[in-house]
């Protein structure tokens, strides 16, 4: 060591003790360095998104009521149903056995049967957790695992299994959890016994095929039968829209003869097809409700 250095001073001992200590912060201060860089440059690192949230509720499917187009029915819950299931009965003259089920959303539909219980029923799978039940079926309308639409027949109502008559047991679940019933966004009530609430439904309703009546104060009616409720009257010649059609009660008009029905789209009901102005006692090209 040179004279004039700092430490020239010191003994040989000093010399050591100081050396050693700034030794040894030297390497603190380079572990604490290896230490901060790294989760300093991650945590700045602009190609680091952040977790999704997993607590975000999943979004539930826009539910549509299980049962056709312009169809009012009364609804009722049964307090032993732990599931939050709603039963449908129809309220529009029309008779409840035999109405078509329709899907309530779009999903995966799945046969299932329990004879001392729900009987025949569907179950469609519509993702992220939610699924529909629709208990009771007097036959299915499609295939175990078969993908099906909005607005599609699945089944026929009826009373199978534990029933004591027609009627439709709809069910939402997530996850595995009845929820309480919504359709088109807005929550059902949970009346104790029918006659109370009412919902038509808009399921299926469709564009529609255009057609123009004739004849004066023909009488729409609530369901495809002579003796269905008056809904409506055309008081002369109309363009209509009929989103579906169907055989109901035969009708006999200016020496025609025709069974079959049109459900029309803006007047809520159906007309004999008698009264629209086409040769065919089918119209082509319109399906069957």
Known sequence: MRPGHPLSALSPLSVLSVLSVLSVLS??????????????????????????????????????????????????????????????????????????????????????????????????????????????LASYSVPSGAPVGQGQQIGVTGSSGN?????????????????????????????????????????????????????????VRADAYLDSAVVNVLAGPTDVTVVCQKQGSTVTADGYTNNWWSKLRDQGGFISNIYIDHPAAQLPGVPVC
């Open 163 to 219: 029933s004591s008559g027609a009627h439709i047991h709809y069910e939402q679940l997530l996850n595995g959890v009845g929820q309480n019933i919504v359709i088109n966004g807005a929550g059902l009530p949970y009346p104790s016994q029918y006659n109370q609430s009412y919902l038509t439904s808009d399921n299926g309703c469709g564009g529609g095929s255009a057609f123009r009546t004739w004849g004066s104060d023909i009488r």
């Open 27 to 136: 390497v603190l201060v380079a572990a604490l360095l290896a230490t901060a860089g790294p989760a300093t440059a991650s945590a700045q690192s602009p190609d680091r998104s952040p977790l999704p949230r997993q607590d975000t509720p999943l979004a539930a499917p826009n539910f549509k009521a299980p049962y056709p187009c312009g169809q009012r029915w009364t609804l009722s819950h049964h307090s032993a149903e732990v599931r939050r299931a709603l039963d449908f009965v129809r309220a529009d003259g029309g008779s409840t056995a035999g109405t078509p089920v329709l899907a309530s959303a779009a999903g995966t539909a799945t046969r299932m049967s329990q004879p001392s219980g729900a009987g025949n029923y569907i179950v469609i799978d519509h993702g992220a957790g939610w699924k529909t039940y629709y208990f009771h």
